[in-house]
């Protein structure tokens, strides 16, 4: 049973728009959460996080919200570049366990 | 500069054959993990290793083994007992948990391709 859900497999948004990739979870005990992106052939790189203690966390062009009521967190990138088309990773570290747990990943496109 | 490394970047394996892929990190990570990741599947884990000498089985350890004999490498054997082997395979490393740390680094992964 999947403990981190990422439903939509890809999405596609215009160049300079925002692109939102949302992510949901079952365990209220999960510590922390962090994004990944990965390119093709190559091997995953840390993006972001947010601490469970947080409900928003931003860096330069990215923004992770996190919802823990709805157990929902989501991604925003604004405004999006040709270069952020990868797969994004949506993780969650479950609380004194050193496992990371990975959805299955959301291909995001970003069209001229 | 410190890293994890992959090696080969590519790999074939006839059917029936087993194969050792590589994972070396200067890092200084007590963790290291091997995940596995195929079209639509996600990163699946396949065995991880907390310590030196010690590691435990992932979701889909069949058909695979490992060793910990250093600190800076965490070899996988992809044996002749995996059905599948064909998939691309990720290597990373994390220091222990102290609830300060909290991402992995990988590797650039090995694409094993069983001919």
């Known amino acids: 049973d999947q403990q981190v859900k990422q439903n939509s497999p890809s999405l596609s948004v215009q160049e300079g728009r925002i692109s939102i990739l949302n992510c949901d979870y079952t365990?209220?005990?999960?510590?922390?959460f962090l994004w990944y992106k990965k390119y093709p052939a190559e091997g995953p790189t840390f993006l972001i996080s947010?601490?469970?203690?947080?409900d928003k966390n931003e860096d330069g062009r990215f923004t992770v919200f996190l919802n823990k009521s709805a157990k929902h967190l989501s991604l925003h990138i604004v405004p999006s570049q040709p270069g952020d088309s990868a797969v994004y990773f949506c993780?969650?570290?479950?609380?004194?366990?050193?496992?990371?747990?990975f959805g299955k990943g959301t291909r995001l496109h970003i069209l001229p | 500069d410190g890293g994890i490394t992959q090696s080969p970047k590519y790999l074939f394996r006839k059917e029936g054959q087993n194969v050792t892929l590589s994972c070396e990190q200067n890092?200084?990570?007590?963790?290291m993990y091997w995940y596995r990741q195929d079209p639509g599947q996600g990163l699946r884990l396949i065995y991880y290793s907390q310590i030196v000498n010690d590691f435990q089985k992932g979701d889909i350890a069949e058909g695979y083994s490992v060793s910990r004999e250093k600190k800076e490498s965490f070899p996988l054997t992809v044996t002749s007992a995996q059905k599948n082997p064909t998939a691309f395979y990720l290597c990373a490393s994390s220091r222990a948990q102290t609830g300060l740390n909290y991402g992995y680094t990988f590797g650039s992964g090995t694409r094993l391709t069983v001919v």
């Open positions: 947010i601490s469970s203690i947080k």
């Open positions: 365990n209220s005990m999960f510590d922390y």
């Open positions: 890092l200084n990570h007590d963790a």
């Open positions: 993780a969650a570290l479950p609380n004194r366990d050193d496992k990371i747990i």
